[in-house]
C-alpha cells in the first residue's frame, strides 16, 4: 500500500499543542471534566466541592434518583427545529439551566465567580452570586451580565444581612434567593479530615503535595488573596477560616419573621432555597415568595434529605402548574435537565458541573461544562420527539417513568 493511501486511510488527527484545548478535547461529559479536575487540584479544594455531608447518602441518592428515570420517546413528530430557550420572572434564557451559587469559588480558580458568570452570560444564561462569594456584588455587577440573582443567608447579624440585600438591589441584581437549610452547618466528613482552610495554607501535608499540584498554588500565590468578599472576616478568626467557622454566623432561631422582613426589603421575585415540603411551600406562596428552588445543598446539609427532584410532583401539586420551582442536586447531564423539567421543574440550578469546568480549565472549562448540557438537552429533546421546553413540561408524565414502577398508562395492557 502506497503511503498517500496508508494517510488517507488513518485520518490521523493533528496535535493539539494548547495545553487547555488538549485537555478538554478530552473531556466528553461532566465525569470527564470531573476527573480531569480531580488530577489538577490538592485533594482538600477538590474535595471540597466534590464532597458531601455524614456519611454522603444525600449526595449518592441525588445521582440516583435521575439514573432511575427512564424514557419512553414520541416518534416521527418532526423535530428538525427545537429550542431550548424559556423564561423566569420576565426575562428570557438560552436553555432552563441557571449557573447557581457556590462558595469560595477563587480557591478553585483565580478567576472565580467572575469566569462563571462571563461563561453564563455568553451562554444566555443567569448567574447566582453567593453570599459567601470571594469576588464582590459589585464587582460582579461591573461586568455587565444582565441576568445577576444573590443568594442570601440571614446571618445573626441582621444587620449585615439586610445591607447585602440592598447591595444588591442597588447594584441591579434582578432576583433574590434565601437559602433556608443552613440554620447550622452540616458536617463535611471530607473537610473536617482534610483539615480545610480558606484560602488553602501551605501546612506540611500541603507542602509534601505541592510537587503534584504546582500549577495550582503557582495560581494561587500569583493572584490577589481569597477572602469573603460581601461580609468581611469572620470575627475571632484572625484572618484563618475553616469551612467549619461559619457556623459561628449561622442563626438556628431563623423563622419566617426573617423571611417576611426580606420581602418587605426586597424589591424584586423573592425565591426560597431548601428542603421544602407541600405545607411550606403552601405558605411560601402565602407569603409573597415569588418561587422555590428545591435543594438539599447537593447533598451537604442534612445528609439523607428528601432528593429535590422525587418531590417535584407533590411539590407542583401543591402550588400549582404556573408558580416557578428550579431544582438542584444531582444534575450531571442534559437529560438529567430534561427529567426535571418532565416531573415539573421549570428549569435546573446546576453548581458541581461547571465547578469541576472551572477547576480543570479555567472559564474555558466553564463554557465547555455549558456546552456539554446544552447539547445533551438538545439531543435529548429530539430523542423525545419533543420541540420546546413548555412542550417538554406538558408532555412529561407521558415520557418517563421509573424503575420498578407500572409504565405510562399507554404501556398497561
Known sequence: ???????????????????????????????????????????????????????????????????????????????????????WFGRSAAAPIICGPTGYTRMMHPDGEAAVARAARRHGLPYVLSTVATTSIEELAAGGHPDLWFQLYIWRDRRLTMELVERAAAAGYRALEITVDTVVLGYRTRDHRNGLTI????????????????????????????????????????????????????????????????RRRWPGPLLLKGSIGPEDARRALAAGIDGLH??????????????????????????????????????????????????????????????YGLMAAGEAGVDHALQLLEAQLLRTMRLLGVASVPELRRAGPELFWEDGQPGPGRMTP
Open 294 to 355: 428545591l435543594s438539599n445543598h447537593g447533598g451537604r446539609q442534612l445528609d439523607r434529605a428528601m432528593v429535590p427532584l422525587d418531590t417535584l410532583p407533590a411539590l407542583r401539586a401543591a402550588v400549582g402548574e404556573a408558580y416557578p420551582l428550579l431544582v438542584d442536586s444531582g444534575v450531571r447531564h442534559g437529560s438529567d435537565v430534561a427529567a426535571a423539567i418532565a416531573l415539573g421543574a421549570d428549569g435546573v440550578v446546576i453548581g458541581r458541573p461547571y465547578l
Open 199 to 262: 484560602p488553602p495554607q501551605l501546612t506540611l501535608r500541603a507542602l509534601a503535595g505541592i510537587a503534584a499540584h504546582p500549577g495550582y498554588w503557582t495560581r494561587l500565590l500569583r493572584s490577589p488573596a481569597i477572602t469573603l468578599a460581601n461580609t468581611g472576616k469572620i470575627p475571632g478568626t484572625h484572618g484563618d477560616l475553616t469551612v467549619q467557622t461559619l457556623a459561628s454566623q449561622f442563626d438556628p432561631g431563623l423563622t419566617w419573621a426573617d423571611v417576611e422582613q426580606v
Open 1 to 87: 500500500m502506497r503511503w498517500r493511501e496508508a494517510r488517507e486511510l488513518l485520518r490521523l488527527r493533528p496535535l493539539e499543542l494548547e495545553p487547555t484545548r488538549r485537555r478538554l478535547s478530552r473531556c466528553h461529559d461532566i465525569e470527564d471534566l470531573r476527573r480531569a479536575a480531580r488530577r489538577r487540584l490538592p485533594r482538600a479544594v477538590f474535595d471540597y466541592v466534590d464532597g458531601g455531608a455524614d456519611r454522603e447518602r444525600g449526595l449518592a441518592a441525588n445521582l440516583r434518583a435521575f439514573e432511575r428515570r427512564r424514557y419512553l420517546p414520541r416518534i416521527l413528530r418532526g423535530v428538525a427545529e427545537v429550542s431550548t430557550a424559556t423564561s
